[in-house]
């Protein structure tokens, strides 16, 4: 048997994100490896450890937060994948697909009814400038009612910039400035609470009158706020794993050092793990708990052939005055959002699992592989095994 590598971890375990790539990369070596880890506790911003100079070992993966640190790295003789870098001279090669993120973000405040829509980030460090250009990209194409904070401080790209306090007074002046009611997608958990503590100031209600829909779910911060924080989860364990199995390959490469310390050149895109709802963004219950149970049943039972008229008997309501409702507050129709639940769930096996069609059918509550693939190139426009082979190809 092959000796153990020795693996360098250089990944914070300040933040969730980190804590769930660590817990990624353990899941692989457990499955896949034989590793050893050189690994200790630390903030992302914390300066690169003075042992690091007399480390010997097989491979390294880093989350480097400034172009200095990145530069160290790259130096070190033998192969090296990094997770964040400053985006132009070190690039993160496993990443979130911030356009899905963003696509979450949007889906989840419409369907919330908020009808305005806006982003914030104070800051241009750039997944921060990823994510903004992709609400921008999509809420354009979709003709929706949107705004970006024009704010985003210029001289500080850092990967995680602090925040001060010379920053509030544009914040909350923007924010009283937005149409009501308005749903903000903040590009962090850290941003969104500097979001609601401008609301308080001005005395908006949070999610009536503005929701608020963090980034990277930091459950036990999102859990204590009030009110509690919605958030889009990222995802990270399945960025550690793939990672790792990057660093694996780079280290087989046998008799090509330099080609093993280069970066590749197209990143390993991660789809992010969905919306988290707290109540900060749960605004139906709020204005119609009724509607509310009627969405929070059609994600339950969505996939397990819910029909519009089961949904009405149910809530004790008919059918019409649920559709009249249901029109009024989301501008579709109970079946359109059944479908559009089964739809995003088929995409989602179609993208992340090599099941047969088939299964993904039978999963997704049809009776056959005909009826699944009939009910999605209606609703796409494409069947399952091309969107399939369209996402890759991509």
Request: aromatic share 8%; proline share 5%.
């Amino acid at each position: 048997m092959d000796p153990p590598k020795q693996i360098l971890l250089l990944v914070e375990t300040s933040r969730v994100f980190g804590r769930g790539i660590i817990q990624g990369i353990s899941r692989y070596a457990k499955e896949r490896a034989n590793w050893l880890f050189s690994f200790e506790d630390r903030g992302l911003l914390e300066e690169l450890p003075p042992w690091l100079k007399n480390w010997q070992g097989d491979g390294v993966i880093v989350r480097s937060p400034t172009r200095n640190y990145a530069t160290a790295i790259s130096q070190m003789k033998c192969p090296v994948v990094e997770l964040l870098g400053d985006g132009k001279q070190r690039s993160a090669e496993v990443r979130v697909d911030e356009r899905m993120t963003a696509e979450m973000a949007v889906n989840h405040l419409v369907q919330q009814g908020f009808e305005h829509l806006a982003f914030y980030s104070f800051a241009g460090s750039w997944w921060s400038d990823a994510r903004r250009d992709a609400f921008e990209s999509i809420t354009k194409s979709r003709g929706l009612s949107s705004c970006i904070f024009p704010g985003a401080f210029e001289g500080d790209d850092s990967a995680y910039p602090p925040w001060k306090q010379a920053y509030e007074e544009s914040l909350v002046r923007w924010l009283d400035h937005l149409p009501k009611p308005v749903g903000i997608w903040a590009v962090a958990d850290s941003q969104a609470i500097r979001v609601l503590e401008a609301c308080r100031k001005l005395k908006l209600h949070v999610p009536a009158d503005v929701g608020i829909l963090g980034t990277s779910n930091e459950d036990i911060v999102c859990s204590m706020l009030s009110p509690s924080l919605s958030s889009v989860g990222l995802n990270a364990q399945e960025v550690g794993y793939k990672a790792a199995s990057l660093l694996n390959a780079k280290m087989k490469r046998s008799g090509k050092p330099k080609a093993s310390r280069k970066q590749i050149d197209e990143p390993v895109m991660i789809t992010p793990s969905g919306v988290v709802i707290r109540k900060s963004t749960d605004r139906i219950a709020v204005i119609d708990p009724e509607l509310d149970q009627a969405v929070k049943l059609i994600e339950q039972q969505a996939l397990n052939g819910l029909t519009v008229e089961a949904l009405a008997n149910e809530l004790m309501v008919s059918r019409s005055t649920l559709e009249r409702r249901f029109r009024a507050f989301f501008k579709c129709s109970p079946a359109q959002e059944i479908d559009r639940i089964r739809i995003e769930r088929s995409k989602a096996l179609l993208r992340d699992t090599a099941w047969p069609i088939s299964i993904v059918g039978q999963k997704t509550g049809f009776g056959s592989p005909e009826n699944f693939v009939r009910f999605f190139r209606r609703i796409v426009g494409k069947t399952p095994r091309q969107y399939r082979n369209g996402f890759y190809e991509d």
